[in-house]
């Protein structure tokens, strides 16, 4: 069965630095999502993406934040300067039709900020 | 804005047991989706739940939904071990299917 694949599953950067996450969504998906988690809470929304532009996004998801589908196959996130609080698990997701069809999400990439 | 919120937050239950668990939603919400998530992994999807009235059954999982109480429940049968996980309710309005979810609630079966 397609699956959602997130690299890397664990990145370790430090305060201020760049990090881009990758998502490879499932081929025929055309809706993709980033949620990130803190440990031990809810999931929360940060961005939707669809025919190639931002469709959605939550105050969470300010300047420091933004994404990408640099060609056919993959969907980054890129934090620019990273904070202590970006610490949290950030989970990629797609869907087909964007409405009647579940979000598939990924496995997460584990962002800790030191 | 849609607000979601699930009871309990926690619940223990013995293996063999009947249970249910509580999303209530704070706005229309046109759909209603169940997860699971085992610790450290990502989401597993329950069910969708498209309309009022609406019953899915996979196992030992019932979700229903009612939209004019704005509440959908999960109601677990005869609970394993296996069960044990964190299960989240989820609302989405529109399309694109921007999902917020709940609380979670962390169920522990017991031997």
């Known amino acids: 069965e397609p699956e959602v694949t997130q690299t890397p599953s664990h990145q370790v950067t430090q305060m201020g630095q760049e990090v881009i996450l990758r998502c490879v969504p499932i081929s025929n998906h055309l809706y993709f999502y980033w949620y990130r988690q803190i440990l031990g809470q809810k999931v929360e929304f940060l961005v939707s993406?669809?025919?190639?532009?931002?469709?959605?996004k939550s105050e969470i998801f300010d300047d420091q934040f933004s994404v990408e589908r640099p060609d056919g196959s993959n969907f980054t996130l890129k934090i620019r300067s990273t904070k202590l609080e970006d610490s949290a698990m950030y989970f990629c997701?797609?869907?087909?039709?964007?409405?009647?069809?579940?979000?598939?999400f990924g496995n997460g990439t584990r962002l800790t900020v030191t | 804005e849609l607000k979601v919120e699930q009871n309990p937050l926690f619940l223990s239950m013995q293996e063999g047991k009947n249970y249910t668990i509580y999303c209530n939603y704070s706005?229309?919400?046109?759909?209603l989706y169940w997860y699971r998530q085992d610790p450290g992994k990502s989401l597993e999807s329950l069910f969708v739940?498209?309309?009022?009235?609406a019953v899915k059954q996979e196992g030992r999982l019932m979700a229903s939904l009612d939209t004019k109480a704005r509440l959908s429940t999960l109601h677990i049968t005869a609970a394993v071990h296996d069960l044990s996980a964190t299960y989240f309710c989820a609302g989405a309005t529109g399309t694109a299917s921007k999902l917020t979810f709940g609380t979670g609630t962390r169920l522990q079966v017991t031997l």
């Open positions: 706005t229309t919400s046109d759909r």
């Open positions: 739940l498209l309309s009022n009235g």
């Open positions: 993406f669809y025919n190639n532009e931002i469709s959605e």
């Open positions: 997701a797609s869907t087909r039709t964007g409405e009647s069809s579940p979000l598939h």
